[in-house]
């Protein structure tokens, strides 16, 4: 399975944008590129997918690289509610939970 | 309304007893997950069944035996709980294998054995 880098831990201010990095140099052409987080004391939840194009929803952005080797997750403005940790997951899809290996995430604090 | 509910939240037991994590979707998905999260937050796969079906086992101690009585549930029980066990068990959900659906997790359960 390909493999994900992310740090440790970020820090941001509360208002802020945030850009949580991943690298995946060993991405496979029909890898999608997931993020998922983790609140404190609860499951995780999906933010976001892509495969090549930069997306967008009401949660977050995703900016992927043109050789696809990383990936930006964007939080436009931080909250203190998206103090979490972060993962960055490699998938074939059809098959997401099957194959899905989180790393350890990038655990973000928010700054009031 | 929760989406994936598991209970118990928490569960302490001893050694070498038996116990059962239960957990239930009502989203109508057909594929549901056991993950297990360790003390150092790896969070790793162990079982996935869709309809039913095991899909796949990880190298899990067949001590853990997942039963799935219909779509929208899918227990884990464990035999003979060994100090290793602890740690948070969630379960998740997903619809098909065709298209893209992201996973539903519940909100753990927090084993611990002493």
């Known amino acids: 399975d390909a493999k994900t880098t992310q740090p440790n831990s970020m820090e941001s201010n509360e208002e802020e944008p945030v850009h949580l990095p991943c690298n995946h140099s060993?991405?496979?052409?029909?890898?999608?590129i997931h993020w998922y987080r983790q609140l404190p004391s609860q499951g995780p939840e999906y933010v976001i997918h892509?495969?090549?194009s930069n997306v967008n929803n009401r949660m977050a952005s995703l900016a992927i690289a043109e050789d696809r080797k990383s990936s930006t997750l964007i939080l436009h403005r931080a909250t203190l509610r998206d103090a979490a940790v972060y993962y960055c997951?490699?998938?074939?899809?059809?098959?997401?939970?099957?194959?899905?290996?989180f790393g350890t995430g990038t655990s973000l604090t928010v700054i009031p | 309304d929760t989406a994936v509910s598991q209970t118990p939240k928490y569960l302490v037991t001893q050694m070498g007893n038996d116990k059962s994590i239960k957990c239930e979707q009502n989203?109508?998905?057909?594929?549901m997950y056991w993950y297990k999260q360790d003390s150092k937050k790896f969070l790793k796969i162990m079982f996935s069944?869709?309809?039913?079906?095991?899909?796949i086992n990880e190298t899990v101690p067949n001590r853990f035996s997942p039963k799935s009585p219909d779509k929208a549930h899918l227990n884990l029980h464990i035999n003979s709980l060994e100090l290793g066990d602890s740690a948070v068990y969630f379960c998740?959900?997903?619809?098909?294998?065709?298209?893209?659906?992201?996973?539903?997790f519940g909100n753990g359960t927090r084993l611990t054995v002493t």
């Open positions: 998740a959900s997903s619809q098909g294998q065709l298209n893209f659906s992201p996973l539903h």
């Open positions: 060993t991405i496979s052409g029909t890898d999608y």
């Open positions: 892509g495969l090549t």
């Open positions: 997951i490699l998938s074939d899809l059809p098959n997401t939970g099957n194959q899905f290996y």
């Open positions: 989203l109508g998905h057909d594929t």
């Open positions: 069944y869709n309809n039913k079906e095991l899909i």
